[in-house]
């Protein structure tokens, strides 16, 4: 009797996906999505080259780069606010938009062109740290867990509706730097899995629920150290400015990058004294403890563990930082 006859499996069409980032921290989930048979990437949108380095040559942002190594359409463009982007985009018809770290607020005719909308990664936990700057303000706050919202997008600050979120503790040692590079590739995988539910209807999006704090972009008067703050507080500023661009302070009529430091036992010298130099690094009084530099970077120099940067610096201890 011959065997019956199965029912070849239903395959779906992939979901056609229109990602939109700028930063480092966008590639994993641009990485993530184009090595999904379930979802083709059909145009990457980022911002054109822009001067950068020493030499300020044209450089593309890391999503370009991606994008190359991937062999995917490439749109740079300087913004989505124009009639040119918006008629592509209607034209291309994706499915859904997806946006990490992209940095421009998108108009409800760029957001609501895809089929299923537009979902963005945020790296942090919605509704705290809405804004531009969500890893940093979790840091420089002291929070202990932060974390990624996947969420359907809305014309407000980070304000749609939530599809998922994923909670990740924030380590001793994180600066901003590795706390970032961390969320991205959590929420890498997050983005991968939200997509098919979307597109079958299984997972419905959520209000945000609690209070709404701002993450708004920092500056260069949030890097400075202010050395009457308690030591754990200027420890914290350093991480939230590191690797890069580094929180500084002002020493001998120059500017001096801190990039990593830890809390110490300290008392009775005023805040911004050099109290000692050790193989570990220097030492400074604050206004509650002390603060011990382990690697600075001097003006035009590279980073550099800060017990090297002493030895190179005459009669230290005694003398003051923020002055």
Known sequence: M???????????APIE????????????TL???????????????????????????????????AARRLSLPLDETETTRDDRFVARLRAL????????AYGEL???AVLDAPRLGSVNLHFSLLPRWRGASPVQHSILEGDAVTGITVMRMDEGMDTGPVLVRHEEAIRPDDDTGSLGARLAR???????????????????????VGTATRAPKLGPADRLVDWTRPADVVVRRIRAFAPGPG????????DLKLLRAEATEHED?????????????????????GVRLLEVAAPGRRRMPAADWARGVRDLTGDRFGT
């Open 2 to 12: 011959p065997a019956p006859i199965r029912p070849a499996p239903i395959r779906r």
């Open 17 to 28: 996906v229109v990602f939109l980032g700028n930063d480092a921290w966008s590639v994993p």
């Open 31 to 65: 990485e993530r999505l184009a090595h999904d048979d379930r979802i083709d990437v059909i145009l990457v949108v980022t911002n054109p080259p822009r001067p950068a380095g020493r030499g300020s040559g044209l450089t593309a942002t890391p999503v370009a780069d």
């Open 93 to 100: 018809d994706p499915d859904v938009s997806v946006v990490v």
């Open 106 to 108: 998108l108009a409800g």
């Open 186 to 208: 959590i929420g890498a995988e997050a983005v991968a899995e939200v997509l098919p539910r979307l597109a079958d209807g299984t997972l419905m999006p959520t209000p945000q």
């Open 247 to 254: 929180a500084s302070t002002t020493f001998r009529g120059g």
């Open 269 to 289: 010298d005023a805040a911004g004294t050099i109290v000692g130099v050790d193989r570990d690094g220097v030492v400074v009084a604050t206004g509650d403890g």
